[in-house]
């Protein structure tokens, strides 16, 4: 059974950093692209970065370019999401999720993956 576990959030203040973890189970990243959603209280979701080991491309929101960085260690079945320079608006519960591969990296990122964890909640405020 696939299963996906975030961990890592919690709350910082402005500026801050955070490195969210996702622990898969159930299945080996070798085969998967993996992404990170987020979803803040009355918005849409909305696809935060994505990588995908095949093409070896990863693609990122606008939004968060140049303070995060989406990193996968296939070893450890684990995914990470490195957030650094952290806005009040970073806030909201962020996903984990997985799609077998091959895909197109950013159209994933943007209409959303197969296989998804609970969420980690990430409040930045002082």
């Known amino acids: 059974q696939v299963q996906l576990v975030e961990s890592g959030g919690g709350l910082v203040q402005p500026g801050g950093s955070l490195r969210l973890s996702c622990a898969a189970s159930?299945?080996?990243?070798?085969?998967?692209?993996l992404g990170w959603f987020r979803q803040a209280p009355g918005q849409e979701r909305e696809g935060v970065s994505c990588i995908s080991l095949t093409s070896g491309s990863a693609y990122y929101a606008d939004s968060v370019k140049g303070r995060f960085t989406i990193s996968r260690d296939n070893a450890k079945n684990t995914v990470y999401l490195q957030m650094n320079d952290l806005k009040p608006e970073d806030s909201a519960v962020y996903y984990c999720?997985?799609?077998?591969?091959?895909?197109?990296?950013?159209?994933?990122?943007?209409?959303?993956?197969?296989?998804w964890g609970k969420g980690t909640l990430v409040t930045v405020s002082s």
């Open positions: 999720a997985a799609h077998l591969e091959p895909v197109h990296v950013q159209a994933m990122c943007l209409v959303g993956m197969e296989h």
């Open positions: 159930g299945f080996t990243l070798d085969d998967y692209a």
